[in-house]
């Protein structure tokens, strides 16, 4: 699933989207030897990748995730950051749930 998201003049955007589901990284060749010797899992947790961009502004490449969520605590990427675990909660139209995440960019 892709797409884009233009902000509003105040940089305000909504995106709707299901929630992903953790995913096996593969375990062939020389990462699957280096898995094994270590002992660790292939997993990685649920997350969205996101681009997010303004003109004179740095980019931002990114993932979020889901707290509570399966390898949330041991992603094999070691890549989950405090400050990137979101915490959906019921949408106020009933329908799914909603979060809010904002981004600062800096300047280019």
């Known amino acids: 699933m892709r797409g884009t998201v233009i902000a509003d003049g105040e940089g305000n955007f909504a ?3 299901i929630q992903p589901a953790p995913y096996q990284i593969p375990t062939d060749g020389a990462t699957g030897k280096l898995i094994d010797a270590a002992g660790w899992h292939a997993w990685r947790p649920a997350h969205l990748h996101l681009k997010v961009s303004a003109e004179g502004h740095q ?3 990114t993932q979020l995730y889901f707290q509570g969520g399966d390898h949330v ?3 094999i ?3 989950v950051k405090p400050e990137l ?3 959906p909660k ?5 329908e799914g ?3 809010r995440y ?3 960019l800096d300047p280019a």
């Open 97 to 99: 749930n909603e979060v």
């Open 15 to 17: 995106v709707r989207t």
């Open 90 to 94: 019921p949408a106020s139209s009933g």
């Open 102 to 104: 904002d981004f600062v």
């Open 73 to 75: 605590d041991s992603d």
């Open 77 to 79: 990427a070691s890549a």
């Open 85 to 87: 675990i979101l915490a």
């Open 59 to 61: 980019l931002i490449t």
